[in-house]
């Protein structure tokens, strides 16, 4: 089928090709998928019982646990033979996630981007730079093989170096950027800085915005500044990384790519289903997926169905911004956190008392994590030198584990807010 006609299924071609999909994933699960074949034998489900996209319901849950306790190859269905390539996702405790991909994977997954891509205008003589971190993060590589696939020019600029990211936008006369929304913000305060107005030194006219939450506002000061067109980008390595979900020319709400996802909603509480409209935690399965289908994925986003369809004729439903997460997480400068892993890493230096804060700022638009550690009174009494140097020696195994450099500060025990309840780890000051 040709990539237009597919955006613009009528509902019932839509529903059948899900439910083709569907089948065909979940009997070849069952054969190749130990994880799953177990997994649903002792629910008693069987592939035969499927008659509609409803039956799904039936299914459990895959958790983000389910992925690090069969890590690495837990989830595979393919001998090594036919896998070619695996991202991580970053932010876990222990061992990170790993998502397989086989050629045809590698393929589709450029396929939605590619129709991302094009849907939002991008074309042919367009110059691409990507700004997201090349490597075992899907936002690279994944992005960039889209982009190959839909014929721009790309520039694998990768994340960081401002000043280099500059000199290649001039240089090649950039038009279309992928970049976080916090270090588009970042990058506009360089650029005034060297005296360079984004809006007419420069040829951008396109933005993709993603891999963080982030609201409205900052979306139209970034095309204000840049005098571009921002598009909201969604995804996750999971379920391929960016190409899940992605903003049509009418910026109102994203298009999941229905045909290679099925979308639910549950109340992250229950369980259950909610109807279209109604708020509650992303629910995905790929069902185009060969190296690793995923089934009923809770992403742990919050986010809603928009009921009606889009003016753009388009017939993949629409999911609204990203509102948060349902758990702690949080996201600082693209990477994944949880304050338990801060924990895990802080507990573990002997001078280090029982309490302590993540602050999470801005400085100068750019994201900061302040982490405040109280230190046991002997050590924080002691030498001035072994203070320094703990200091350092903490933020360095922050920094190499979680890979985000905070600001460490050391203080003295009984400094914070004590509680006898919930303790309130994160504060977060930064203003989207
Ligand atoms: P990763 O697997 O490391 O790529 O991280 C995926 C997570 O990043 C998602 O589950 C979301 O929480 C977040 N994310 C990605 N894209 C967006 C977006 N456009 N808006 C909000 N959050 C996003
Ligand atoms: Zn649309």
């Known amino acids: 089928m040709r990539e237009k006609d597919i ?14 999909r569907f089948k065909r994933t979940i009997e070849r699960l069952f054969t190749s998928s130990p994880f799953y074949s177990k997994l649903w034998k002792k629910s008693g489900i069987s592939p035969d019982k ?44 222990g061992k990170p996630k790993a998502i397989f991909f086989s050629k045809r994977d590698i393929n589709e997954a450029a396929r939605l981007i590619a129709r991302s891509m094009k849907m939002t205008g991008a074309k042919r003589g367009d110059v691409f730079q990507n700004m997201m971190s090349y490597g075992l993060f899907t936002g690279g590589l994944i992005f960039h093989y889209g982009a190959e696939r839909l014929g721009v020019l790309v520039i694998p600029a990768g994340a960081g170096n401002t000043e280099r990211q500059i000199e290649l936008m001039q240089d090649f ?17 360089v650029l005034e800085e060297r005296g360079v107005d984004p809006k007419n030194d420069l040829d951008l006219r396109i933005f993709y915005l993603g891999a963080e939450p982030y609201s409205e506002e900052t979306r139209d000061k970034i095309e204000k500044i840049y005098g571009v067109d921002a598009f909201n980008s969604y995804g996750l390595s999971e379920m391929n ?46 069902i185009n997926r060969e190296a690793m289908p995923i089934i009923r994925y809770r992403t742990g986003d919050i986010t809603y169905v928009y009921p009606e369809k889009c003016r753009c004729g388009r017939t993949h439903r629409r999911i609204s911004r990203i509102k948060g997460r349902v758990d702690d997480m949080f996201i600082i400068r693209g990477v994944n956190v949880f304050p338990s892993e801060v924990e895990r890493i802080i507990m573990n230096f002997p001078e280090v008392a029982r309490n302590y804060q ?46 985000v450099t905070p600001k460490v500060e050391l203080i003295e025990p009984g400094t914070l807010p004590r509680t006898t309840g919930k303790s309130r780890r994160v504060i977060d000051n930064r203003k989207l």
Not at 55 to 84: A, M, Y
């Open 50 to 93: 499927i008659k509609s996209l409803q039956d799904i319901r039936r299914f459990p849950f895959t958790s983000r646990e389910d992925l690090r306790r069969n890590f690495p190859f837990g989830l595979l269905t393919l001998p090594l033979e036919k896998v070619v390539r695996v991202h991580t996702s970053t932010g876990t405790t």
């Open 241 to 286: 990384g960016p190409g899940v979900a992605f903003e049509c020319k009418r910026k109102d709400g994203m298009h999941v790519w229905e045909d290679n996802f099925i979308l639910e909603i549950i109340d992250p509480l229950t369980g259950e289903n909610l109807p279209d409209g109604e708020e509650g935690e992303l629910v995905l399965s790929t």
């Open 173 to 189: 006369k950039t038009t279309i950027v992928h970049i976080t929304p916090s270090y588009a913000l970042y990058l506009a305060d």
């Open 7 to 20: 955006q613009y299924l009528d509902k019932e071609q839509l529903y059948e090709l899900q439910l083709s």
């Open 358 to 403: 993540i602050i999470l700022e801005r400085e100068s638009s750019l994201e900061v994590m302040r982490v405040k550690v109280e230190i046991k009174k002997r050590f924080f009494d002691g030498s001035i030198e072994h203070l320094r140097s703990l200091q350092e020696r903490i933020k360095n195994k922050i920094k190499s584990e979680l890979m």
